[in-house]
């Protein structure tokens, strides 16, 4: 059963400060990875999309893929409180599998 | 201006009643997906269509239908829907598999 993992949260943060949003995945064989990013109520919006080794930055959001530890992280840099938000893990190998989503809160 | 259209975006229907959520997409998108969301339990993907008329099973299958007769439009059927389909439906698409995909706005189902 192939597996995305993320904390679930809320993860609270500081306005101003750097969120940090990580995604563990069970398919070592996964070529694509995304994250997106959901407000209640609302579709995903896409943020970030990477697909090899190393960091991809764009501006506030760095995504960070280690396919030998079969991890990617978000990071967010000076938070903002409209940064609040569900944030979606997405690893594609075949299929798309989805991780169930980290709450992030950014606090004024 | 590029999107997904999903119709309707809100439904209140009763058991056993045929429904029919539409999805349309102007982008020329090979690949579609199908996904229902609930608390807690994230994405789940419903059926996907890789191209015209090729279609497959996501994760939870049972009780939906689709078809892809052509490649703009991906209906999602519930033949006789019951209660526990109640739930946010997206419609997706993308270039490819691999690649990001776009989000309609959500079709929110109850099924009394």
């Known amino acids: 059963q192939k597996e995305v993992e993320q904390n679930s949260g809320p993860l609270s943060v500081p306005e101003g400060a750097i969120a940090s949003l990580n995604c563990t995945y069970s398919?070592?064989?996964?070529?694509?990875f995304f994250w997106y990013r959901q407000y209640s109520g609302k579709s995903p919006e896409l943020i970030m999309s990477i697909y090899s080794n190393g960091d991809k930055e764009d501006g506030r959001f760095t995504a960070q893929l280690n396919k030998a530890s079969q991890y990617v992280s978000l990071l967010i840099r000076d938070s903002q409180p409209s940064d609040s938000a569900t944030y979606l893990c997405a690893v594609f190998n075949y299929q798309l599998i989805w991780g169930a989503g980290t709450k992030l809160i950014i606090k004024p | 201006e590029a999107q997904v259209t999903q119709n309707p975006r809100y439904l209140i229907t009763v058991t056993g009643k045929k429904l029919t959520v539409t999805c349309s997409q102007n982008?020329?998108?090979?690949?579609m997906s199908w996904y229902r969301q609930d608390p807690g339990l994230g994405l789940r993907q419903i059926y996907y269509s890789m191209n015209v008329e090729v279609t497959d099973k996501g994760d939870v299958p049972e009780g939906y239908k689709v078809s892809r007769k052509e490649k703009r439009n991906f209906p999602l059927i519930l033949e006789s829907p019951s209660p526990n389909q109640t739930s946010l439906y997206f419609c997706?698409?993308?270039?490819?598999?691999?690649?990001?995909?776009?989000f309609g706005d959500g079709t929110r189902l109850s099924i009394l």
């Open positions: 997706a698409s993308s270039l490819s598999g691999n690649q990001p995909q776009h």
């Open positions: 982008m020329n998108h090979e690949y």
């Open positions: 398919d070592r064989g996964s070529q694509s």
